[in-house]
């Protein structure tokens, strides 16, 4: 993990002003082929990562109550689409991410005309939310907090944001703890991926950078000493995948 109060983009050590525009510039070059990205490097799986995300957040919602729910980073809004397909009733979804080419394809999505009445969708950083303070059921950011500048104000941001007895997850990549399995994917990622990125998003660098920054995050139970820290109780974190992700969820109490 990476001294605190210093920021880096990669290896490389940057400002904060810095990571937020190199950041930036990557998903302005990947959005278009992200989804395809994400499916070609998972061979899939980060679809069912993500519906065991969505279901925890089901569990959470009432059938006669008004459900308010945030997808932080929320790309191209894969997770929030498929929650409304699964369950639209009493529900208001926000989504938002810091980079406009991601909010516009979230927006030319097929999903976006039938759940506009669900829906409000923004261009915003997570350390700076435009929310009022205890304001959401449900907040959730799934490969994206790795991106933040600052981690930990972002962190207590989405604690301001969320009501008493709201509930943070956090899908994110992590440490792996299957034995035999780290050597593999340390190959895979450092060798395959930035090659593919080349291949077929003519972007080796935004790749390269997406890997270290997997490399560089916060180890499980690091990251949820870094949870509490922000005020959240009830810390818990779920490995996927031998621990290639993981969910970490926390509560509002």
């Known amino acids: 993990?990476?001294?605190?109060?210093?920021?880096?983009?990669?290896?490389?050590?940057?400002?904060?002003?810095?990571?937020?525009?190199?950041?930036?510039?990557?998903?302005?070059?990947?959005?278009?082929?992200?989804?395809?990205?994400?499916?070609?490097?998972?061979?899939?799986?980060?679809?069912?990562?993500?519906?065991?995300?969505?279901?925890m957040i089901i569990s959470m919602k009432s059938s006669n109550k008004n459900f308010s729910y945030l997808d932080l980073a929320c790309g191209t809004g894969d997770i929030a689409y498929k929650l409304l397909k699964k369950n639209s009733k009493k529900i208001d979804v926000f989504m938002m991410d810091i980079n406009d080419q991601m909010i516009l394809q979230a927006?030319?999505?097929?999903?976006?005309?039938?759940?506009?009445?669900?829906?409000?969708?923004?261009?915003?950083?997570a350390e700076n939310i435009?929310?009022?303070?205890?304001?959401?059921?449900?907040?959730?950011?799934?490969?994206?907090?790795?991106?933040?500048?600052?981690?930990?104000?972002?962190?207590?941001?989405?604690?301001?944001?969320?009501?008493?007895?709201?509930?943070?997850?956090?899908?994110?990549?992590?440490?792996?703890?299957?034995?035999?399995?780290?050597?593999?994917?340390?190959f895979y990622s450092k060798n395959i991926i930035p090659e593919l990125g080349n291949i077929i998003a003519d972007d080796r660098g935004s790749y390269k950078y997406l890997i270290e920054s997997i490399k560089n995050f916060p180890k499980q139970d690091e990251f949820s000493d870094m949870i509490n820290n922000a005020g959240f109780t009830n810390t818990k974190y779920k490995n996927l995948s031998g621990g290639i992700a993981a969910i970490h969820s926390a509560w509002k109490i």
């Not at 506009?116 to 950083?125: F, P, R, T, Y």
């Open 1 to 55: 993990m990476k001294k605190i109060n210093k920021f880096y983009f990669g290896e490389e050590e940057v400002s904060k002003e810095q990571k937020v525009r190199l950041v930036n510039d990557v998903f302005d070059s990947v959005s278009k082929k992200y989804d395809l990205m994400n499916d070609i490097l998972s061979f899939g799986t980060h679809r069912i990562w993500k519906d065991i995300l969505i279901n």
């Open 130 to 186: 435009p929310l009022v303070s205890k304001s959401m059921d449900c907040i959730t950011i799934a490969f994206g907090i790795r991106n933040v500048a600052s981690v930990d104000v972002a962190l207590k941001e989405i604690y301001r944001v969320l009501k008493y007895g709201g509930k943070f997850l956090c899908l994110e990549f992590s440490q792996i703890e299957l034995s035999g399995m780290d050597r593999f994917y340390e």
């Open 107 to 125: 927006k030319q999505r097929k999903e976006h005309k039938k759940y506009i009445g669900n829906l409000c969708l923004a261009v915003s950083d």
